[in-house]
């Protein structure tokens, strides 16, 4: 704040205006209590830090709180501070800001007041009574030397009409024993504090963070780390938990793969012949085997190259046909300390059709019934479930009325009862079924007794079946003309 002052006088050579900068101080207060009980709280050492200084100074007598609780910090400079509360080792220090108004009107001011509190002190678990936890291997055996860390998610509190308003957060470390046992020194008394568990932000949670682990010093980590909960008056002081440091067995996943269907999952399944087909795990790989299958469930002979870097595997395929569909078995191993988890994925895969290639057909007579032809594809097409196709019209008057175009399936017409019918096989390994195969059946009709004659034209007109028929890339399959063979 700016003074301004002056001394008036006729024609005086001491006639004068004086300037004077003066900063408004105040003073700080406070009550500090036990939060569990109420009660006032002597021997807390109160700093307060503004800007650069720390009140009191270090030459000056320490400030603590009486035998009510009370503290007084005076002659300090308006504006934001932070108090520092340091109490005996029965309970949690405290740190927080607040301030003393700076607007002292027209002229300096030192009656400025800050007053603070109830502030509510944490008491702290007694030597004996600490929160521990036990840390074992897979095998069973002790796991020493780890590290961790807990976590209550308040560390005091304010007093408002009376209700405790959790601040902070009590943050302790603490290391494993020869024999695993943690001791977690530090922290709220929980069951001192039971009769205001859910008040305020109290509670009785505390969090454990055990830090990754590398057993064998290999600069790689055995055990990832893990996060635990617990309610400590649930617990009790006799009951001491025990944390395993292994993955549970059943939750090896994978978290991307260039086919997402290899996960149960919706998505492409389309691959480049000459790029890798890439797959990401949640652990990492101690080994991994494949197996391709052709779209008739025979196996593939060409050997397909598997690389494992960590958590990520890769795998090179050669001298597959663009266009086909092939089955893919992928066998993979991770390892956790003391444990292996194994896992087996499957799933039918494409490679990309050529860009100018385009789907044909060929039939052929079953010499065993001739009211039965054999349609086979260039690839695999089909609606991506296992159903038949009505798609089949002939270029015949299969009423004998004179005419085409009278009776359903006849060229003309609008809808046949004739259909493609799916002869998609089931893969090995339990793979299934893509819904795109190249294999499929006809039945031909009978016309005066005698099937439908050689050399007809046949029309599979896709765009008529009632889902639209594609290639496996989703590109969708132009009628095609063939003839009766």
Not at 66 to 71: E, P, T
Not at 346 to 368: C, Q, R, Y
Not at 458 to 480: C, H, L, M, Q, Y
Request: include cysteine; glycine fraction near 10%.
């Amino acid at each position: 704040m700016l003074a301004i002052g002056g001394v008036w006088g006729c024609g005086s050579s001491d006639d004068a205006l004086g300037v004077t900068n003066v900063s408004p101080m105040g003073s700080v207060g406070g009550v500090v209590v036990d939060l569990a009980t109420g009660q006032p709280l002597a021997g807390v050492t109160v700093k307060l830090i503004a800007g650069a200084k720390v009140f009191p100074a270090a030459e000056a007598a320490a400030i603590v709180t009486d035998a009510n609780g009370r503290f007084l910090i005076e002659k300090v400079p308006a504006g934001q501070f932070i108090i520092e509360m340091t109490p005996p080792a029965t309970h949690l220090g405290a740190r927080f800001d607040a301030n003393i108004d700076d607007a002292a009107g027209d002229f300096p001011r030192n009656n400025g007041t800050a007053s603070l509190g109830p502030i509510a002190l944490t008491p702290v678990v007694p030597d004996g009574q600490e929160f521990k936890i036990r840390v074992i291997n897979a095998d069973g055996s002790p796991a020493g030397n780890v590290k961790t860390t807990a976590r209550a998610n308040f560390g005091w509190a304010w007093i408002n009409d009376g209700m405790p308003s959790a601040r902070g957060f009590t943050a302790v470390e603490a290391t494993s024993d020869s024999v695993g046992v943690v001791t977690f020194k530090g922290l709220p008394d929980f069951a001192k504090l039971a009769a205001l568990d859910g008040t305020g932000g109290i509670t009785d949670t505390v969090t454990v963070n055990i830090l990754p682990v590398d057993t064998n010093n290999d600069g790689v980590y055995d055990f990832p780390g893990t996060r635990q909960t617990f309610n400590i008056n649930t617990l009790g002081n006799a009951y001491v938990p025990s944390v395993v440091l292994a993955q549970n067995p059943g939750n090896l996943q994978i978290i991307a793969s260039t086919v997402p269907a290899l996960n149960g999952k919706t998505g492409n399944r389309v691959v480049n012949a000459a790029s890798p087909f890439f797959v990401a795990f949640n652990l990492p790989l101690h080994q991994a085997t494949a197996r391709l299958y052709d779209e008739q469930g025979n196996g593939v002979a060409d050997p397909i190259k598997v690389t494992i870097d960590g958590s990520l595997l890769s795998m090179g395929f050669s001298k597959l046909v663009a266009g086909q569909e092939y089955n893919l078995l992928l066998h993979v191993v991770a390892v956790v300390p003391g444990t292996f988890i194994e896992k087996t994925y499957t799933t039918p895969f494409f490679i990309e059709p050529e860009a100018s290639a385009k789907v044909v057909a060929d039939l052929k007579a079953n010499s065993s019934n001739a009211n039965k032809v054999t349609v086979s594809f260039s690839e695999p097409i089909g609606t991506g479930a296992n159903v038949n196709l009505s798609v089949v019209y002939f270029n015949y008057d299969l009423n004998a009325s004179g005419a085409t175009g009278d009776k359903p399936g006849e060229f003309g017409s609008d809808t046949t009862p004739y259909q493609l019918i799916n002869r998609e096989k089931n893969p090995p390994g339990g793979i299934g079924k893509s819904g795109f195969t190249s294999q499929w059946e006809l039945s031909l009709p009978n016309v005066s007794g005698n099937p439908v004659a050689s050399g007809t034209t046949i029309k599979f007109i896709f765009s008529r079946n009632n889902a639209p028929v594609t290639r496996a890339n989703g590109e969708i399959i132009p009628d095609i003309t063939v003839t009766v063979p």
